[in-house]
């Protein structure tokens, strides 16, 4: 299994632009989430979904959209890059349909600047 | 809402040091807790987990952690670090509420090991 994969590694944008970040698991988990690490602020949840169809918000959605049409994938969508969007963003997946009581399996994170 | 505290942002420790990191969380009800590890250029992933049961809980190479409720803490202890725990370490908490499908972060502890 090549387990959560994120893509790309690391993407230069300029404010205004719009761009999505990649999230796939091969791992059939129900369970996916979207995280940003800023430094001092530890990881903060973005978006997540229990299932393809169901997505709710995290913590900071502002500025972020998600869909998650099979149970693969999660893309993280930015409408409007902004330079307070510059982050390294996690995804990560875990086998429930709830993430209580479950560990969760990061991706290897993509590194946003914003300009 | 819950909330996790690490009070020490970074720690600097030679060879054969004793560790102990702190986290301090914020629920009335229960929790679920977990330590988190990123090793340089790695995926997070999960160094050990307390649900419920012993309260002294033992997770990978070496490290354990133990729950007491009435601090509201789950402290990480290994006795003798070596060079290769040099990392960034999270303490999290996930809890019933929202259906159980958020994990909070607190805000990371840098552990340097010097030889």
């Known amino acids: 299994n090549a387990g959560v994969t994120q893509t790309p590694k690391f993407q230069v944008l300029k404010t205004g632009q719009s761009m999505t970040l990649q999230c796939a698991q091969d791992?059939?988990?129900?369970?996916m989430s979207w995280y940003r690490q800023d430094p001092g602020m530890g990881l903060r949840l973005i978006h997540y979904s229990v299932g393809a169809g169901i997505t709710d918000q995290g913590e900071v959605p502002n500025g972020y959209n998600v869909s998650r049409s099979t149970t693969e994938d999660f893309p993280l969508r930015l409408l409007s890059a902004a330079p307070s969007q510059t982050s390294v963003y996690f995804c990560a997946s875990s086998p429930g349909k709830s993430l209580y009581q479950e560990t969760q399996y990061f991706g290897p994170g993509t590194r946003l600047l914003v300009l | 809402a819950q909330s996790v505290s690490q009070h020490n942002h970074h720690v600097i420790l030679s060879e054969a040091a004793s560790l102990e990191l702190g986290c301090n969380y914020s629920?009335?009800?229960?929790?679920?807790l977990f330590w988190y590890v990123q090793y340089p250029g790695q995926h997070l992933q999960l160094l050990l987990k307390?649900?419920?049961?012993?309260?002294l809980v033992k997770g990978i190479k070496g490290f354990e952690a133990e729950f007491i409720k009435s601090k509201f803490s789950f402290n990480l202890r290994k006795p003798s670090v070596q060079w290769s725990d040099t990392a960034e370490y999270f303490c999290?908490?996930?809890?019933?509420?929202?259906?159980?499908?958020?994990?909070?972060f607190g805000t990371g502890t840098q552990l340097k090991v010097e030889l």
């Open positions: 791992m059939n988990h129900e369970y």
């Open positions: 629920y009335g009800g229960t929790v679920n």
């Open positions: 307390y649900f419920s049961g012993d309260p």
């Open positions: 999290a908490v996930n809890t019933r509420g929202g259906g159980g499908n958020k994990l909070t």
